[in-house]
């Protein structure tokens, strides 16, 4: 079993940063993926950015150049910078490994004002 535990979301105005943070423990398997999807009320879940183990990433290009992840392979943790941040960017981020399967974090919620 695998076990995610969040960090850093919070209210925020719009043009702030915040750093989320994911750590994962229990049973890992050494390759696997980490990553960051958000669900704003309303909307259905969506990727925001992922990263595997070699430190390939991916972003929803929306995003791409505003957020920034990066992991922590010995602490297996991954972490998302978010800068720029604007009111749409609200919402509950959830922090994702896959590896033989998918395991989710319970959720930190996010929120910019304007």
């Known amino acids: 079993q695998v076990q995610l535990v969040e960090s850093g979301g919070g209210l925020v105005q719009a043009g702030g940063s915040l750093r989320l943070s994911c750590a994962a423990s229990?049973?890992?398997?050494?390759?696997?993926?980490m990553g960051w999807f958000r669900q704003a009320p309303g909307n259905q879940r969506e990727l925001v950015a992922a990263?595997?183990?070699?430190?390939?990433?991916n972003y929803a290009e929306s995003l791409r150049g505003r957020f920034t992840i990066s992991r922590d392979n010995a602490r297996n943790t991954v972490y998302l910078q978010m800068n720029s941040l604007k009111p749409e960017d609200t919402g509950v981020y959830y922090c994702?490994?896959?590896?033989?399967?998918?395991?989710w974090g319970q959720g930190t919620q996010v929120t910019v004002s304007s």
């Open positions: 229990g049973n890992i398997f050494r390759i696997n993926r």
């Open positions: 990263i595997t183990s070699a430190g390939m990433t």
């Open positions: 994702n490994l896959r590896s033989i399967t998918d395991y």
